[in-house]
């Protein structure tokens, strides 16, 4: 561990350096996958599954970062992934079904340029982050959902149509 020894000695002093001169520095923010952190069940067999399947590439980045049960991380955080959060109540979120798999879109997580989607319908539900980073988002959900179709459905989503009552003919 010569390596987080020098990485501590730097980063202290970097950081008297930045307070003598009165700025705030930020050490460690651009490890790929820095701050994520385990969904509560990403130790389960499913999601233990998913990571033998994890594509090299999703949205045109690299798979950088897969130390975490449950977590995968492509390019410098570009696109996030954690198998294991908690199963998505009924929303009214907007839902799309990409290639079988629906994904809700979290719009009110969706800050800074990235767009959060939680699959629906799928145990363990799996949570990703896209960055502004990649501009094949479409490509992207193509790809995760052919790694997570296999996790069991126990629902779909549903559209005003299917549940709006028939207008009567007349």
């Not at 996958?33 to 690299?62: F, I, M, N």
Request: aromatic share 4%; hydrophobic share 40%.
């Amino acid at each position: 561990m010569v390596r987080a020894s020098r990485t501590r000695k730097a980063v202290v002093a970097v950081t008297a350096g930045a307070l003598t001169a009165g700025v705030l520095v930020s050490c460690g923010a651009d490890s790929p996958g820095e701050g994520v952190t385990s969904a509560p069940h990403a130790k389960s067999a499913a999601c233990e599954d998913l990571t033998d399947r994890y594509p090299d590439r999703l949205g045109g980045q690299a798979l950088a970062f897969t130390d975490r049960p449950g977590v995968a991380v492509w390019g410098d955080d570009a696109v996030v992934l954690r198998c294991g959060v908690e199963l998505p109540a009924p929303t009214i979120d907007p839902c799309a079904t990409v290639d079988g798999v629906d994904w809700v879109f979290r719009e009110d997580r969706s800050k800074d340029g990235g767009k959060v989607v939680v699959t629906y319908g799928r145990d363990p539900a799996v949570e990703v982050v896209v960055s502004d980073d990649v501009v094949a988002v479409d490509d992207a959900l193509v790809s995760l959902s052919a790694l997570v179709e296999p996790l069991k459905m126990y629902t779909k989503c549903l559209n005003l149509d299917d549940v709006r009552p028939p207008t009567p003919s007349g």
